[in-house]
């Protein structure tokens, strides 16, 4: 495996499901982002870890919930959640906490709430 | 101040045209620009980066053109070709953070 890889890559749930999105990176970088992509809006920041600590959670409802258990991987735990989160969610890693502009993306986890 | 806006939406271009997608900032602090380049059902992959001390970068086909006093840059694609239609990203950061400021993004189409 080489890059970044994340599972599953599609995944229906009910709004009082709760399911996990995972994502494992082969490049030996130190730093981990969680973002969300809608349809013609901007990718939008969730979380940033760096060296398994979180530097960030950029203002993100509680019923997204992250975890990153070492460096080389990253969840996203669901609960409760609302159609309108329906989106792609990316994960991505830099080499390290400062170099947040070159980013290697995961080919996300297309995520359909009913 | 965090924005950055980019522009056309989409855009649509004979092959071999030279397609042109522009972007606009804000931050003065932001001093690395990137690009984007999505295929369905794929991940954004690193395209070519600039930097504000220079006001041009080419790399193959692909030259970023950067205009520092205001405030936009913009990627061109030389002689396009039908597998370079995806979407493409601008984005914005500064050295030692790690927020990337993304653009709404442009869907290009080639046609053969």
């Known amino acids: 495996e080489t890059g970044v890889t994340q599972t599953p890559r599609h995944l229906v749930m009910g709004m009082t499901n709760k399911k996990s999105l995972k994502c494992e990176q082969h490049l030996g970088h130190n730093a981990m982002y969680w973002y969300k992509q809608s349809a013609k809006k901007p990718l939008e920041l969730m979380f940033v870890y760096s060296l398994e600590e979180r530097v960030e959670n950029n203002s993100v409802p509680s019923r997204f919930s992250p975890e990153c258990p070492n460096s080389s991987h990253l969840f996203l735990h669901l609960h409760t959640l609302q159609p309108e989160d329906s989106a792609l969610y990316l994960c991505?890693?830099?080499?390290?906490?400062?170099?947040?502009?070159?980013?290697?993306f995961g080919e996300g986890s297309r995520l359909t709430v009913l | 101040q965090q924005q950055v806006k980019q522009s056309p939406q989409s855009l649509i271009v004979q092959k071999g045209g030279i397609p042109i997608i522009n972007c606009a900032y804000e931050n003065t602090a932001f001093d690395y620009f990137p690009w984007y380049q999505q295929f369905p059902g794929k991940g954004p992959a690193l395209l070519i980066a600039i930097r504000p001390d220079v006001s041009e970068k080419k790399e193959g086909r692909f030259t970023i053109s950067f205009n520092k006093s205001a405030k936009q840059f913009s990627l061109h694609i030389m002689d396009s070709q039908p597998g370079d239609s995806a979407t493409y990203f601008c984005?914005?950061?500064?050295?030692?953070?790690?927020?990337?400021?993304f653009g709404a993004g442009t869907r290009l189409f080639v046609k053969a």
């Open positions: 984005a914005a950061s500064h050295t030692g953070g790690f927020k990337t400021i």
């Open positions: 991505a890693s830099s080499q390290d906490y400062g170099h947040g502009g070159e980013l290697f």
